[in-house]
């Protein structure tokens, strides 16, 4: 018997959108992010993710936004109008003040998880 064989580099994430793009990405000596928007033909997700924390912890905060009745250049729209945004305090709150202004409908949540690589880490 053959043994499976993988190779987890060459696996591309953006294969599974219809489009991708990054917002933002950066890092500081509290904190690294990336912001994102990525279409995977049902739906458009904004995701705002905070990392490398110094309280060892990930912090995730996402739209998704259905795609019922939204037109083709939705995509690229929203990527322009993130990227217009300077700074990244209140883009998340001005992208959903927009979706409110033209009434269209979004969930929104976010996520925490503790890094316990960066806690081990911190107790050695």
């Not at 993988?6 to 950066?26: C, K, P, R």
């Not at 939204?70 to 109008?81: D, E, H, N, P, T």
């Not at 305090?89 to 925490?112: H, S, T």
């Amino acid at each position: 018997m053959k043994q499976l064989e993988l190779d987890f580099n060459s696996i591309n994430l953006s294969d599974h959108y219809e489009a991708y793009q990054v917002i933002d990405e950066g890092k500081n000596k509290i904190c690294s992010w990336s912001d994102s928007l990525s279409d995977d033909g049902k739906k458009i997700s904004y995701n705002e993710f905070t990392y490398n924390t110094t309280q060892c912890m990930d912090f995730e905060n996402w739209i998704h936004i259905d795609k019922n009745g939204l037109g083709k250049s939705a995509f690229k729209w929203l990527c322009m109008f993130l990227r217009s945004i300077k700074g990244r305090a209140d883009r998340l709150d001005r992208l959903k003040k927009v979706l409110d202004d033209v009434c269209i409908p979004f969930e929104e949540g976010d996520w925490q998880t503790i890094d316990r690589d960066c806690e081990r880490d911190k107790l050695n």
